[in-house]
């Protein structure tokens, strides 16, 4: 099986790091897979550095013939048995190009965002029905394809994002790393989040609720691991402000962008998720992975991720003190939270282990693909 992969987008977060996850996780299943990628972009970069074979299309708009023509050229060369996008505006030069070559192979779209597009015009219509399957991420992007999108309900799926279950797990964490680089004695408790500095991840709440908890603990301490985008600094200089202005500087540590995440995970006692609307909530996962109790906006994404009071904790999306309130409940309860702790990973194992997902989808590539020939026979 060959397989031609597609991310034309400039940015770098979770859509395009999941990317290159999964590509890589094709070629450890010795599946030829090659990405096209925007020329320079971050995550051209990042799959060169990891030996995977980029094509470089330069496509800034939804529709531009040079790279149409181009992408047409890498199919034709590259005897392909199927396409999978991880960007659905990529369809505007992937779907021309493949009808272009008289390339009669499966392609495939993973839906990792939600649009409030409206997209069942005509040409839309005509751009969808090249798409053989779609993957949505959860629930709540299974209902937006069906509500904005031509798609019928039998061509989506849902296969959630994964997470590394061996790299997250707690057992071959180190809890003291993180914690004595910055200074965490072992009788603080430290509440974390990771997450970029762009509006709507719920910095705000956090602190709005780490303001109350300093006020009644004096063993706690927060962690805000992450750093503004391009465009983005504007942010994160007000989430800083704010921290001086709630007069939690000798409480709060801004990381900056971390690497090593496995190890933050492991140095927390408890892992807050406050994005606003989140289309899954990969950190989330990760952190279930690492066997930690969370507390989480209780909407959208995290929906398929925690069982409430099962294996975390659900608080109303943008409610600090409903924050508040559950993360003083966990730091009073340590056994609640090893509840929480344990059966978060559990939950992480069972549905979230990347290695099973990508099974999942290699599954409905070799069910398309024979669909596909049986067509042309």
Known sequence: MKVLYSCLSQSWGGMEMFTIDAVLLLLKRNIKTELICYPESKIENEAKQKGIITHAVKANGYFEPSAVFKIKKILNAGNF????????????SLVPALN?????????????????????DYLHK???????????????????????????????????NGVDINRFSPENKNRNKIRAEFNISENELLLGMTARFTPGKGHEE???????????????????VGEPSRGEIEYAEKIYKLS?????????????????????????DVFVFPSHAEAFGISLAEAMAAGKASVASGSDGPLDIIDDEVNGLFFETGNAEDLTNKLILLIKNPSLRSKLSEQARIKAVKDFDIEKLTDKAIAHY???????RSLTI
């Open 81 to 92: 048995d199927l396409v999978h996008t991880q960007a659905s505006k990529d369809l505007w």
């Open 100 to 120: 272009l070559s008289s390339k009669k192979i499966p392609l495939i779209m993973t839906k990792q965002m939600g649009s409030f597009i409206v997209k069942k």
């Open 126 to 160: 005509r751009l969808y029905s090249r798409v053989d399957k779609a993957f949505a991420i959860s629930k709540v992007i299974e209902k937006n394809l069906i509500e904005t999108t031509p798609l019928s309900p039998d061509k989506i799926t849902i296969i959630h």
């Open 206 to 224: 956090f602190l709005i609720a780490a303001k109350t908890i300093s006020k009644q603990f004096n063993n706690v301490k927060f962690l805000f």
């Open 244 to 268: 001086k202005d709630y007069d939690l500087e000798n409480k709060v540590i801004f990381t900056g962008f971390r690497s090593d995440i496995p190890d933050i995970l492991a140095a927390l």
């Open 366 to 372: 070799e069910k398309l693909i024979m669909q596909k």
